[in-house]
């Protein structure tokens, strides 16, 4: 069978992903004040970051449209779509209905749209298990079912080096973020099983929030033998290769991938963020 996986572009993907002609990136819109910004491969990560430095209000991003997604629906016979947390998008929805208006017209078309329940590197992690099971030649129901119970094993974390974006979002107060920036707090943060976002902790310094967040790793995976670690950092590659070396010394997984955040992610993690997930 042929298959097409197309994934929205908060899945940060790597080389290997963008060279591989299965992959197919639907890009959503980001907005910065008056500018947009399309979220694919012209994006300018130094450039999107100094104008959400500069922008009194908080970045948002526009789903992409069932139009869009419908366009890559075309071609091969089993397609796969992963997204953004429905919780955190609209891009799921946009899939869904993108998916109902095409097969009627193409009833024959296989057609698993998975809401990932998380973002960036999760993402990634789901279309990667996806052309694992396609390469073994697994039915398209088979796989289907192989990566959802991989999906509600997955766990997502991040550390931000600053909380300017949800101030600015109204997700933090004012005053929160004032004294969270005084006293160098950095909250450590985990994507739960409905796709929301949680505080796991937090600790002064960078360095701390990162080691808290290499401990859980260690605390809670599961047969990490077989799962790939995985890592997207906004503009920091040393600090995810700080957090690469901290928990491969203490936990023996399968692989290791190391990313940079494309727009969507720069988006939520912000400047120096660290995203994982496993």
Known sequence: MSYKIIVDSCTDLTEDMRKDGHFHVVSLTLQVGEKSIIDNETFDQ??????VSESPVAPKSA???????????????????????????GSFNSAEVGRKLYLEENPH???????S?????????????????AKLEKSFQEI????????????????????????KSGRLTGLKAIISSVLNIKPVMYGTSEGTI????????????LGIMVESVVKDVKNPESRIFAIAHCNNPARAQYVKEEVLKRVSFKDCIIVNT?????????????IISY
Do not use: W
Not at 117 to 133: D, F, M, N, P
Not at 198 to 209: E, T
Not at 262 to 274: E, F, L, P, R, T
């Open 144 to 167: 289907t079912r192989l990566v959802h119970k991989f999906r509600e094993n997955l766990s997502t974390k991040f550390v931000l080096e600053n909380l300017d974006t949800l101030r």
């Open 198 to 209: 949680n505080k796991l902790d937090q600790a002064r310094g960078i360095q701390k929030a």
């Open 46 to 51: 130094a450039r999107f970051l100094r104008l």
């Open 117 to 133: 329940c998380s973002a960036s590197v999760g993402q990634t992690l789901i279309a990667l298990k996806i052309q694992e099971y």
């Open 109 to 115: 078309k296989n057609i698993e749209i998975f809401n």
């Open 63 to 89: 789903c992409p449209s069932p139009e869009a997604y419908m366009e890559l629906y075309k071609g091969e016979e089993d397609i796969y779509v992963v997204t953004l947390s429905a919780s955190l998008s």
């Open 262 to 274: 494309a727009g969507v992610s720069s988006m939520y993690a912000g400047d120096g963020g660290i």
